[in-house]
């Protein structure tokens, strides 16, 4: 029995419940996800495996094999079909045809042809402007930096990944939520949604730039570095 990890997930699973308890509004999902997930473990340490003793093999039971039968199935034989001759028809024979001799025909001055009419002036070409196209602002530039992975851990957090929405666990979900989405649960869902229909970081950026980062104001000193480590895990969807 692992005493010491017993006894910290112990403490964890009173402090989540103090908390759920302290007021009077029922707990979120995602508290109740946690506190399932604390009970889960805090079992799993205070279980103890015994030993299966092997069960001696049965023997084999030879199994008699029947050689299949032989079914001789009759065949009729088929009545002989007489071929009759069929007579062709005689080919017809071609008669000589008498061909028209050649008639002169008188011959023909040439008329002078008209002036062809001028080409059409070409179409004039009108330029087509381009729209606008928005560029990242420098101010969140400190929200978009990248380290260089150093170590094997380093590399295995900037791995790729397919879902956001996955890619999370329970513990970096409920702290992402309260302190960058100030507790909205549905709003951090739809951003989720809404990065993984993204094509490319940029337009990811531009996204946080326009609808998230001014709302919830990450800028803030006291949430700046939380910022940090969630951009560089949606940088991680489109590696």
Not at 28 to 35: A, K, N
Request: net charge negative.
């Amino acid at each position: 029995m692992e005493h010491r990890q017993a006894r910290i997930l112990l403490q964890k699973i009173n402090r989540l419940f103090d908390a759920i308890t302290a007021s009077d509004a029922p707990p979120s999902r995602i508290e109740v996800d946690l506190l399932h997930d604390y009970t889960r473990q805090f079992y799993e340490s205070l279980n103890t495996r015994e030993t299966i003793e092997d069960k001696p093999a049965q023997p084999a039971v030879a199994v008699k094999v029947q050689p299949p039968q032989t079914v001789e199935q009759m065949v009729e034989p088929q009545p002989e079909r007489k071929e009759v001759p069929v007579e062709s028809p005689p080919s017809p024979v071609a008669e000589p045809v008498d061909m028209p001799s050649p008639i002169d025909s008188p011959p023909v001055t040439p008329d002078t042809a008209p002036a062809p009419p001028p080409p059409p002036p070409p179409p004039l070409e009108v330029p087509v402007s381009s729209p606008a196209q928005k560029s990242p602002r420098s101010e969140f530039d400190v929200l978009f930096t990248t380290e260089e992975a150093k170590d094997l851990s380093d590399k295995l957090r900037t791995s790729p990944i397919d879902d956001l929405s996955r890619a999370m666990g329970i513990n970096e979900r409920f702290l992402t939520i309260n302190e960058l989405f100030h507790g909205d649960h549905e709003n951090f869902d739809q951003v989720l949604r809404r990065l993984n229909e993204l094509p490319s970081f940029e337009s990811a950026r531009l996204y946080l730039e326009e609808e998230v980062i001014p709302r919830y104001d990450w800028l803030d000193k006291t949430r700046a570095k939380k910022a940090g480590i969630f951009i560089r895990l949606i940088r991680r969807r489109y590696l």
